[in-house]
């Protein structure tokens, strides 16, 4: 069973990281219409669509990914107090109640819009020969289906913690650093980094 949770984990977070390049799209894309259009006087009518196109995008298909790294927003004033099958039962609460019917409604709604929007060719109507719409509508059911097959995962891990007292283990998208290795790597010994260290506190006493 881990396995596949932690296989799901990879999904998210390869699918999150594949659409992050998005960032770098949008920045050229800003970059060369602001330069288009006030050094060479030429602005293009369909940037601004594709750039809200390719934010709503990045911004969907992140959503999947956030919530494999547990980065969404909560409130940890309290939560963060509470035992792991506490905060278990209340994850898994608002699951049932909440998240999977949103993302539900969310994943039929947008097949529904993208279904239509590909039957009669749409186009973006806030510029003048707006680009095609119909691509952007169908990131919406796939960013639902995405963030459900997640959330179904989170579900299953609360099950989990509720049973063992303890949450199971995340994939990690980033490792820390290991200190040590990397002192071995620039060849700096322990005893050096404390002569820095006192070094460093010695001089901001003598301030």
Request: proline share 4%.
């Amino acid at each position: 069973m881990q396995k596949l949770l932690l296989f799901v984990d990879k999904v998210s977070t390869w699918v999150g990281q594949a659409f992050s390049w998005f960032i770098v799209g949008l920045t050229l894309l800003i970059s060369w219409e602001v330069f288009s259009r006030y050094v060479l006087d030429a602005p293009h009518a369909w940037a601004f669509d594709a750039m809200i196109m390719m934010y709503g995008t990045l911004f969907m298909m992140a959503g999947a990914y956030t919530l494999s790294k547990n980065g969404h927003v909560r409130g940890d004033v309290l939560y963060g107090f509470f035992s792991p099958r506490v905060q278990a039962g209340l994850d898994l609460t608002l699951y049932i109640v909440f998240f999977i019917p949103g993302v539900v409604a969310l994943a039929w709604a947008g097949y529904t819009y993208a279904a239509e929007s590909w039957a009669i060719n749409e186009h973006s109507n806030i510029t003048a020969g707006g680009p095609p719409i119909y691509p952007f509508k169908t990131i919406i059911p796939l960013a639902g289906a995405f963030l459900l097959v997640q959330g179904i995962v989170e579900i299953v891990r609360c099950i989990i913690c509720l049973k063992q007292g303890y949450w199971p283990s995340r994939q990690e998208d980033v490792e820390e650093v290991d200190v040590d290795k990397l002192r071995e790597m620039v060849h700096v010994k322990e005893e050096d980094t404390e002569k820095l260290d006192e070094l460093v506190v010695k001089r901001e006493r003598g301030k």
